[in-house]
């Protein structure tokens, strides 16, 4: 301020712009004075912006491939020797949006956006993942994650039973809160990621049909009922229809229904326990076609499907067409009276595909899934992978905000008073006023004029 004092004393020109303007600096300094309007008049408001919802077309054109991928079409995403998908630990959730101001998608309060469905994301498979939902939800504008994702590591039984600590985090964040949901992936079989011979899948399968390994899942069951997260949905020996895990189907198809079945029914028997079971191929034939899998209804309370945006230069519209594409998928939910899920699906082999993301949520927002999870890590994620800008803003607006606490309605005004007539401010004496427009006099207080006798005011 004291700047623009000494400008104007020495006489200096004073260029007027609108942001200037809008400043009380600018307002209160010599030779300008503000009017007040007269009490009862109405400034202008800014417009209400809408809630964000689901755009009908792409934000922004979709995005060719950012890469070209070393692995085959038709492979799917694999995971770390570790666990199923693990994000890096040095990612840092960075997403492309975080923390700029013009580009946060704002929700109205007149105009609430419904309830987003119960969602969450693939963050890490340790406790780091239960510590990024909170970042995350506050990224999406503080739309809360009412599903936290894991996966059981297939190492050795001894980590499919539940090894002491590491399902206590996950179990925890359960508890918190009633209406949350833990989803786990459990590998069928140790040595899971070792790329086994059909031969030896083959025999593994008839020894579990046999009830072989039984008593690694009784224990995991015990593990979780004592945990509390006696309802948590268990994504039984996912992607089975593929060639990726040791507890895949082809190899033997009927033992493979068989060994889900003792499972099921072995982790049933325990006490206290009222899990859900979801049965998650992966999207389209793969190996084999899904169905030739699907265990039967009695020990089936899910159907699931992971559905990553490949293979490269398919379109949305063929990964719903498909033989046991998205398409058959709900209808073969139907046709058996189960919920359909998407515990994993993000972008793959075509880059930043905006169009594939908005058709996605979409896809989600029309078929209601029991809940659906986000890959979020390089190359499918939208918020820890800042290789997919187009895709994560697509992502985020259509979450920003949307929350279950509705905003409360606007009283009604009153027909029968009249809406007073705004009065014109009058200049001051000897003020010269300065047509700024509504908008800067709302913000200002009144209307800025320029004192005739300003030189003679400083001296």
């Not at 001894?158 to 508890?175: C, K, M, T, Y």
């Not at 191929?281 to 490949?310: F, H, K, L, N």
């Not at 595909?353 to 029991?370: F, G, T």
């Not at 700024?436 to 004192?451: A, I, P, Q, S, Y």
């Amino acid at each position: 301020m004291a700047a623009q004092q000494r400008g104007a004393r020495s006489g200096r020109v004073v260029v007027l712009a609108a942001s200037v303007v809008v400043s009380v600096t600018l307002a209160v300094g010599p030779g300008f004075a503000v009017t007040p309007v007269t009490a009862g008049a109405a400034g202008p408001t800014a417009p209400a912006p809408t809630a964000p919802a689901l755009p009908a077309a792409p934000a922004v054109p979709p995005a060719p491939a950012t890469g070209t991928p070393t692995a085959s079409a038709s492979a799917k995403p694999t995971a770390p020797a570790s666990a199923k998908p693990t994000a890096p630990a040095s990612a840092t959730p960075t997403g492309p949006l975080l923390a700029t101001p013009s580009q946060t998608p704002v929700a109205s309060a007149s105009a609430p956006a419904p309830a987003v469905p119960p969602f969450g994301a693939f963050l890490d498979s340790g406790s780091l993942g239960v510590a990024r939902m909170a970042e995350l939800s506050h990224w999406l504008g503080g739309t809360e994650l009412k599903v936290a994702h894991t996966y059981l590591p297939g190492e050795r039984w001894q980590d499919i039973e539940g090894s002491p600590g590491f399902l206590d985090v996950w179990a925890n964040w359960r508890r918190q809160q009633a209406d949350r949901t833990l989803v786990l992936n459990v590998p069928m079989q140790e040595r899971n990621e070792e790329h086994l011979s059909d031969s030896q899948v083959r025999g593994l399968l008839r020894q579990a049909a046999a009830g072989a390994f039984d008593r690694h899942f009784k224990a995991l069951a015990e593990r979780l009922v004592e945990l509390k997260a006696q309802d948590t949905v268990l994504v039984l020996g996912w992607e089975m229809n593929g060639t990726t895990y040791t507890h895949r189907c082809g190899p033997d198809p009927q033992a493979w229904k068989t060994y889900w079945n003792r499972v099921v029914a072995v982790m049933r028997s325990v006490p206290g326990q009222k899990f859900r079971f979801d049965f998650t191929p992966s999207r389209g034939r793969d190996a084999v076609p899904w169905t030739e899998c699907y265990p039967g209804d009695d020990t089936v309370d899910i159907i699931g499907m992971d559905s990553y945006d490949q293979p490269s230069g398919m379109s949305f519209d063929e990964q719903v067409k498909e033989p046991f594409g998205l398409q058959q998928h709900v209808d073969f939910a139907k046709a058996h009276g189960k919920p359909v899920s998407y515990p994993e699906w993000g972008l793959f082999r075509n880059g930043d595909n905006a169009e594939y993301m908005r058709r996605m949520l979409a896809w989600i927002d029309e078929h209601k899934p029991l809940y659906n999870t986000l890959t979020d890590y390089c190359p499918h994620g939208v918020w820890q992978c800042a290789d997919n800008p187009r895709s994560s803003r697509i992502y985020r607006t259509a979450l920003y905000g949307r929350t279950e606490h509705q905003a409360p309605a606007p009283a009604p005004t009153p027909t029968s008073t009249p809406t007073p007539t705004p009065t014109p401010a009058k200049p001051a004496p000897d003020c010269s006023p300065l047509e700024l427009g509504d908008w800067v006099e709302h913000w200002l207080g009144g209307k800025l004029c320029f004192r005739l006798d300003w030189w003679s005011r400083t001296r």
